[in-house]
């Protein structure tokens, strides 16, 4: 089962509870990124075009735990960069395990099996391991040879320690329908608990700007995926089956940000997960001052092509407890992968694209001058 029984349990239980409290948004999954810093350099990542100052940084165990108890959600997913970097991660990881929260650490598993000691298995821990498809097909994405098959060597490793282990695939244009559903097939023989599956973000700072896909191809090509697998019930995906027919075109879905609100090295990210256009002190503050009806799509330029899931799952998830039938039914029928897909939003009166990193990268590094200008001087003291 991809999402265990308590999970979902303990899950379902926090989003009556906010319901019930009248409340308008909450957090669903806090997406930590403790550092930027990488061991590779994928084609499709906008998140590691950052100067060596900025890369250096990290989020200190003590900020990650503060973030995590400041946000509340039930779920973390840490993120980065390649989070194995990190030298307190053991700690991090404990830390939020010790509070009952489900913990995903995405890894591209380079490092994996040389840091399995630090960890150990439990309902609350999870490997997201980023895979997105056979040797040639992975290989490509990650702009590096032999990378599938360390993550693979990892995963079985992982697998036969009791670990529970998932693989996160992003899918851009060029990923052809019959051997994504091939390789779906085959991660089960890996041993492969769940799959977490999502179109690439169009990342302005990505160093391949051209195989982000619309969203009318995302539509088709997840159609054609999920038609091979009867209608995406063949395999065990760890998402809401209402996000999965969203991503067929079957749903008018607005995007929640709020849902996965994002602390890293700048601190609480505006608005999303993906866009970085401005960061707020506190989660509160993130909360309560981001003027959200400035974004989505069809609101602003640069979330035109957006169906990611750290965006839409949070609004399937409040779909499906508002209307329990209609996600039962999704599960038991599949994905619908023929007829009219549902009315895509307008973009005519979206506002125009704000390039902002720029000055963000500017006001950090001098942040992280004076911080050590001011250590020096103590230090000398
Ligand atoms: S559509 Fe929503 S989730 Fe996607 S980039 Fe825009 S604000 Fe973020």
Same mark, same amino acid.
């Given at each position: ?97 010790? !509070? ?23 309902? %609350?821990? +999870? ?37 529970? +282990?998932?693989? /996160?695939?992003?899918?851009? /244009? ?5 051997? +994504? ?14 799959? &977490?599956?999502?179109?690439? %973000? ?15 191809? &995302? ?7 999920? !038609? ?21 075109? /079957? ?12 602390? /890293? ?95 963000? +990268? ?20």
């Amino acid at each position: 089962m991809p999402i265990p029984l308590l999970q979902q349990a303990r899950i379902g239980a926090y989003v009556v509870r906010q319901h019930l409290a009248g409340r308008r948004r909450y957090p669903l999954v806090l997406m930590l990124e403790p550092l930027f810093r990488c061991n590779l350099a994928c084609a499709g990542c906008g998140k590691i075009d950052y100067p060596d100052e900025i890369l250096n940084q990290r989020l200190t165990a003590g900020e990650c735990l503060a973030a995590v108890d400041e946000c509340g959600a039930p779920v973390v997913s840490i993120a980065g960069g390649e989070p194995l970097l990190h030298k307190e991660i053991g700690a991090i990881v404990a830390g939020i395990v010790e !509070r009952r929260k489900f913990v995903y650490l995405c890894t591209n598993a380079l490092l994996m099996q040389k840091r399995m000691g630090l960890f150990r298995p439990s309902p %609350y821990f +999870v490997w997201s391991v980023h895979l997105v498809g056979d040797r040639e097909m992975h290989d490509r994405s990650v702009c590096e040879d032999g990378v599938h098959e360390r993550a693979a060597a990892a995963i079985r490793a992982a697998k036969e320690r009791g670990f529970r +282990v998932n693989i /996160n695939c992003t899918l851009f /244009n060029d990923a052809e329908p019959d051997r +994504v559903a091939k390789f779906f097939d085959g991660v089960g023989a890996l041993g492969v608990d769940g799959i &977490t599956v999502s179109p690439g %973000y169009a990342y302005e700072r990505a160093p391949d700007q051209a195989h982000f896909l619309t969203r009318t191809r &995302t539509k088709q090509l997840f159609r054609d995926i999920f !038609r091979r697998g009867r209608g995406a019930r063949a395999w065990s995906f760890s998402q809401s089956g209402l996000f999965l027919d969203f991503l067929a075109g /079957n749903r008018d879905y607005r995007c929640t940000p709020w849902g996965n609100p994002t602390r /890293n090295v700048f601190g609480w990210q505006r608005p999303c997960y993906l866009l970085g256009e401005g960061y707020a002190r506190t989660f509160r503050e993130l909360m309560e001052e981001t003027d959200w009806d400035a974004y989505g799509t069809g609101n602003y330029e640069k979330c035109a092509d957006c169906m990611v899931h750290s965006g839409y799952e949070a609004t399937a998830v409040q779909d499906a407890v508002r209307h329990p039938l209609k996600a039962l039914a999704v599960s038991l029928r599949g994905v619908r992968t023929d007829g009219a897909m549902a009315q895509e939003i307008p973009l005519d009166r979206q506002r125009p694209a704000r390039y902002v990193f720029s000055r963000h +990268v500017e006001q950090k590094l001098a942040e992280i001058r004076i911080t050590e200008a001011r250590s020096k001087e103590s230090t000398a003291a």
